[in-house]
């Protein structure tokens, strides 16, 4: 499996952001984006891959070939495609990129690193049977490249929150404006909690594409239970729901959300509850509150994927819930990140942060800049040279480790020999 395909190269190109690059490359290499499955397409901030993670888990126990587009990878570009349940082979991924790139240097086009890989990847998802294709969307919604598919049989907006502000808006309701651009007239529209003013502007877009919203809060909830979680306003308020394989509550909400969408579907696919309580039970997505075995250090350590303040929130109410005691965080953020808001929803949990630099992102901070950051926020921070100078330095804190703060970090984690 490759790290990263030969093309496209991981430069910003100084192209507008809008479709019309796409657009021309598209039709030009056969409109592989109008010979898709029926697709789900999800946006939002936080829990965009679990919920595609859950979709493609529940096709699948449920006898449907699926394919998935996602990202970032964590080890290797291969995850970022899958084909009926199995990552892109390297001699597939090589040509449907060379094909790509043949094109855009012949015409001149422009594109920027994840055009150029939606582009080849919807030659994949285009030319290989499938049943259904759940489709993420990379940063925003609008003008995002995977929004150039005309007609999703559904969409589902995750929880939003700030994050890219630089790119989508400095203002909530505007970053939710721009994840709203994926709503089509082809198909409903799921949605996970929200605050009031997000809600508000996703459903002035359903108004105004006439689609149907199954919004939490608003046409389904749900009720926790010692041993699982019911589903209330979908038709099945007396079935028991196990805990999803995924763990913390907003794990609950993502895969909630996820078969609230699906019983809008039934005419389409025939999927029972036992199937969707199965697939929930069995999904895989790594990185996200994940404990890593390890024989090496005799402390718990844990990984999660949390870059901003709401997945923060999210690891904080988790931690919370899970442990007696603070723990000991091992950070690694990019600097496009805004460490004080991050840190505030850990504050009353945590009891050190071990900073570290990313090795696998050069745009990220260096270790000793991001302590000084920590330290602003009023917690103890340590600037360690490595990941592996932090797992040594915490091995003998008798407190559970979590390495958080950027995917690229766990991948980081994930590569060490533990």
């Given at each position: 499996?490759?790290f990263?395909?030969?093309w496209p190269?991981?430069?910003?190109h100084?192209?507008?952001?809008d479709?019309?690059?796409?657009r021309?490359?598209?039709e030009?290499?056969g409109a592989?984006?109008?010979?898709l499955?029926p697709?789900?397409?999800?946006?939002g901030?936080n829990?965009?891959g679990?919920?595609?993670?859950?979709?493609?888990?529940?096709?699948?126990?449920?006898?449907?070939?699926?394919?998935?587009?996602?990202?970032?990878?964590?080890?290797t570009?291969?995850e970022?495609?899958v084909?009926?349940s199995?990552?892109?082979?390297?001699?597939?991924?090589?040509?449907?990129?060379?094909r790509?790139?043949?094109?855009?240097?012949r015409?001149?086009i422009?594109?920027?690193?994840?055009e150029?890989?939606t582009v080849?990847?919807f030659l994949a998802?285009?030319?290989?049977e499938?049943?259904?294709?759940i489709?993420?969307?990379?940063?925003?919604?609008?003008?995002?490249?995977?929004?150039?598919v005309?007609?999703?049989?559904?969409?589902?907006i995750?929880e939003?929150?700030?994050?890219?502000?630089?790119?989508?808006?400095p203002?909530?309701?505007?970053?939710?404006s721009?994840?709203?651009?994926?709503?089509?007239s082809?198909?409903p529209c799921?949605i996970?909690?929200?605050?009031?003013?997000?809600?508000?502007?996703?459903?002035?877009?359903?108004?105004?594409?006439?689609v149907?919203?199954?919004?939490?809060?608003?046409d389904f909830?749900?009720?926790?239970?010692s041993?699982?979680f019911?589903?209330?306003?979908i038709?099945?308020?007396?079935f028991?729901?196990n805990?999803?394989?995924?763990?913390g509550d907003h794990?609950?909400?993502n895969?909630?959300?996820?078969?609230a969408?699906?019983?809008?579907l039934s005419?389409s696919?025939?999927?029972?509850?036992e199937q969707?309580?199965?697939?929930?039970?069995?999904?895989?997505?790594?990185?996200r509150i994940?404990?890593?075995?390890?024989?090496?250090?005799?402390?718990?350590?844990?990984?999660?994927?949390?870059?901003?303040?709401g997945?923060?929130a999210a690891?904080?109410?988790?931690?919370?819930d899970?442990?007696?005691?603070?723990?000991?965080?091992?950070?690694?953020?990019?600097k496009?990140?805004?460490i004080?808001?991050?840190?505030?929803?850990?504050?009353?949990v945590?009891?050190e942060v071990?900073?570290?630099?990313?090795?696998?992102?050069p745009?990220?901070?260096?270790?000793?800049?991001?302590?000084?950051?920590v330290l602003?926020?009023?917690?103890?921070a340590?600037?360690?040279?490595s990941?592996?100078?932090?797992l040594?330095?915490?091995?003998?804190?008798?407190?559970?480790?979590?390495?958080t703060?950027?995917l690229f970090l766990v991948?980081?984690?994930?590569?060490?020999?533990l």
């Amino acid at each position: 499996m490759v790290f990263m395909p030969h093309w496209p190269v991981p430069l910003w190109h100084k192209t507008n952001y809008d479709l019309e690059n796409l657009r021309i490359i598209l039709e030009l290499i056969g409109a592989p984006h109008l010979s898709l499955p029926p697709v789900i397409h999800v946006a939002g901030t936080n829990g965009k891959g679990s919920s595609v993670a859950y979709f493609s888990s529940i096709f699948k126990h449920a006898g449907y070939k699926v394919h998935s587009y996602t990202s970032p990878h964590l080890l290797t570009f291969n995850e970022r495609i899958v084909l009926n349940s199995e990552k892109i082979t390297d001699a597939y991924l090589f040509d449907i990129c060379e094909r790509t790139r043949l094109v855009a240097e012949r015409h001149n086009i422009a594109l920027r690193f994840f055009e150029g890989a939606t582009v080849a990847a919807f030659l994949a998802f285009a030319e290989v049977e499938a049943d259904i294709l759940i489709l993420e969307t990379g940063m925003g919604g609008r003008l995002d490249a995977t929004n150039i598919v005309p007609n999703p049989i559904m969409t589902v907006i995750t929880e939003i929150s700030y994050d890219h502000m630089e790119y989508l808006g400095p203002k909530i309701d505007i970053i939710a404006s721009e994840k709203a651009g994926i709503i089509k007239s082809s198909g409903p529209c799921a949605i996970s909690s929200q605050v009031p003013e997000v809600y508000e502007v996703l459903f002035d877009k359903c108004d105004e594409m006439g689609v149907e919203a199954i919004a939490y809060g608003y046409d389904f909830g749900i009720t926790k239970l010692s041993d699982g979680f019911n589903i209330l306003g979908i038709g099945c308020d007396d079935f028991k729901f196990n805990f999803p394989s995924l763990l913390g509550d907003h794990q609950i909400m993502n895969a909630a959300t996820v078969i609230a969408g699906l019983s809008k579907l039934s005419d389409s696919f025939n999927i029972s509850l036992e199937q969707m309580n199965y697939g929930i039970a069995h999904t895989v997505w790594p990185g996200r509150i994940q404990r890593i075995h390890t024989t090496k250090y005799k402390n718990v350590i844990w990984a999660d994927g949390a870059h901003n303040s709401g997945g923060a929130a999210a690891l904080s109410t988790w931690i919370a819930d899970r442990f007696d005691t603070k723990v000991i965080i091992i950070l690694g953020m990019t600097k496009n990140r805004n460490i004080y808001d991050f840190l505030q929803p850990l504050k009353m949990v945590v009891e050190e942060v071990m900073c570290v630099q990313v090795k696998s992102e050069p745009s990220s901070y260096t270790s000793e800049k991001l302590a000084e950051l920590v330290l602003v926020t009023g917690l103890k921070a340590k600037s360690c040279e490595s990941l592996h100078d932090a797992l040594e330095a915490t091995d003998q804190c008798n407190v559970p480790i979590i390495v958080t703060g950027s995917l690229f970090l766990v991948a980081d984690l994930l590569k060490i020999h533990l």
